[in-house]
């Protein structure tokens, strides 16, 4: 069967540190791979999503990049966390035969990520 | 750029009650999604339903797809407190990714 795991759970960072938090998927090959933010239980805002490795596309320009090094590692980066990246990052991945998107996404725990 | 707004906001009721939520765009998807999320988790799939008009089942829940693929609904009977959660849309057309609505939190209270 399909995992997704994704960490940490929580994290504390001060403003300007680096961030990575790191999402992997088992028991399925070649998924499409995301990283979505939620504010305050509200709904999701896609950041990137790949359908490839080292194929990344970002939806919203802002303090934050990702990548692909394997073909089920997805990260989420950060050069300089600032106060508006706190929120709760979640990883999915969805079957992704030829590009197509709307099959079912399985999500990870979410990574509760405070900026201060 | 496609939007679905889920509406309400927030649902508050008791148990036993029978309640609606509703997801509207003024967009046609190929598929439309449901997900529930429990606090500090990740929303967990329910059901896809694909063609207009098509009803889906899951125990207590009845989704709905609209006419015109367009809008749909998901129907509690007897809602009970293990139903409580955000329930979230998300709009599927193929070559893009999900879009997500912002969600109804439900709250069933014993």
């Known amino acids: 069967s399909q995992t997704i795991h994704q960490w940490p759970a929580t994290l504390v960072q001060p403003v300007g540190s680096p961030l990575s938090l790191e999402c992997t998927v088992e028991?399925?090959?070649?998924?499409?791979l995301y990283w979505y933010r939620q504010a305050a239980g509200r709904g999701l805002q896609l950041l990137f999503y790949s359908v490839g490795i080292g194929q990344i596309s970002s939806e919203v320009p802002q303090n934050l990049s990702a990548s692909r090094p394997q073909d089920r590692q997805f990260i989420l980066s950060s050069k300089k966390l600032l106060l508006s990246d706190s929120g709760f990052y979640l990883c999915a991945w969805s079957a992704g035969t030829g590009g197509v998107f709307d099959t079912e996404a399985f999500f990870g725990q979410g990574t509760r990520l405070t900026v201060v | 750029t496609q939007l679905l707004e889920q509406s309400p906001q927030f649902l508050s009721i008791q148990e036993g009650e029978n309640l609606t939520v509703y997801c509207n765009s003024s967009?046609?998807?190929?598929?439309l999604q449901w997900y529930r999320q429990e606090p500090g988790e990740g929303p967990v799939f329910l059901v896809t339903?694909?063609?207009?008009?098509e009803v889906k089942k899951l125990k207590r829940l009845t989704f709905q797809f609209g006419d015109a693929r367009k809008d749909s609904s998901l129907h509690i009977t007897a809602a009970q407190t293990g139903d409580t959660g955000l329930y979230l849309c998300?709009?599927?057309?193929?070559?893009?990714?999900?879009?997500f609505g912002k969600g109804t939190r439900l709250s069933v209270i014993a």
């Open positions: 028991g399925t090959s070649n998924p499409n």
């Open positions: 998300a709009g599927g057309s193929g070559n893009t990714p999900l879009v």
């Open positions: 967009s046609v998807f190929s598929s």
């Open positions: 339903v694909v063609t207009g008009g």
